[in-house]
């Protein structure tokens, strides 16, 4: 006889309950919809929509299937932010007994925000104080404890390429779902770059691979991804619209001396390949089979 328990927590089969099921249990994490996922749910309900519509809609309202199910967008935002508010109450706020529930949903917008960026508690504590809100330091890598056992965000480490080892500062930050983002935080032109490194980190997540930044000597490349043994690297953009970009993205890449493929991904439709690194439009990547 086989028994699921489902939840959105990561401390379900913590304490008591693990204790009992030590030997037993077989754990698996269930992500929101990825774009193919999303892209076949609408084709299954009759969308005609081209894919950059769905795509544009996958970028402001995520991959959650109560949300994906509905057409109004009104409804997606009360319906999103319903589950969101349940996530933040239940698995944060009264599982862990917070205190104040306001120092906790400065510190989970601050995430949200800069996903895909650099964070630290000493900089999400300075961030705060600069806006008048004091939270100290230790308290804010509870939260981050939390929030991240909550299933909202990620929190990955760098790796040293050359010196092959992970580094256990300059952390970054990824929200599981893009919709998170859309609730959270206004959306402007200039973002697109942060919201492609996080799609394609919950991608490859999703694909079944484990997770690096790639630290260089000269830079960093945006992801290591490792599975069965073997590796490979990716850098996501929004577009080559300049040679200083296209320039920028490539060379993200030189330091790495290995054979292991390398991939650039943007909105590009035209491939601008070179140097052994297989540049791809996101789209046709996230429509695809692996790689």
Request: net charge negative; with cysteine.
């Amino acid at each position: 006889m086989s028994i699921f328990i489902t939840g959105s927590n990561s401390k379900l089969l913590s304490g008591e309950l693990a204790s009992h099921l030590t030997g037993r249990t077989v754990s698996f994490k269930i992500l929101p919809f990825t774009f193919k996922e999303y892209h076949d749910f609408q084709r299954s309900r009759g969308s005609t929509k081209e894919k950059a519509a769905l795509f544009e809609e996958y970028l402001m309202w995520g991959g959650f299937p109560l949300v994906a199910k509905e057409e109004d967008w009104e409804v997606k935002h009360v319906v999103l932010s319903n589950q969101y508010d349940s996530i933040v109450l239940e698995d944060i706020i009264l599982s862990n007994g917070v205190a104040s529930p306001h120092a906790l949903q400065r510190v989970l917008d601050y995430i949200i925000a800069n996903s895909s960026a650099t964070i630290s508690g000493n900089t999400i504590a300075g961030s705060l104080s600069d806006e008048g809100r004091r939270v100290s330091a230790p308290t804010i890598y509870n939260y981050l404890k939390y929030i991240e056992e909550a299933c909202i965000c990620d929190i990955v480490a760098r790796y040293d390429i050359r010196g092959k080892t992970v580094l256990s500062f300059m952390e970054k930050v990824y929200v599981c779902d893009l919709g998170f983002f859309t609730l959270r935080k206004n959306r402007v032109k200039d973002e697109f770059g942060y919201l492609f490194e996080t799609l394609c980190y919950n991608e490859l997540v999703a694909r079944g691979y484990t997770i690096y930044i790639g630290k260089t000597h000269k830079g960093e490349v945006d992801f290591i991804a490792e599975k069965d043994g073997s590796r490979s690297y990716y850098q996501a953009a929004y577009l080559l619209s300049t040679e200083e970009t296209i320039n920028r993205e490539f060379d993200a890449f030189l330091a790495i001396k290995d054979n292991y493929p390398k991939y650039l991904l943007t909105m590009d439709v035209l491939r601008l390949s070179r140097d052994g690194v297989i540049h791809m439009n996101i789209m046709d990547w996230l429509l695809s089979a692996e790689p």
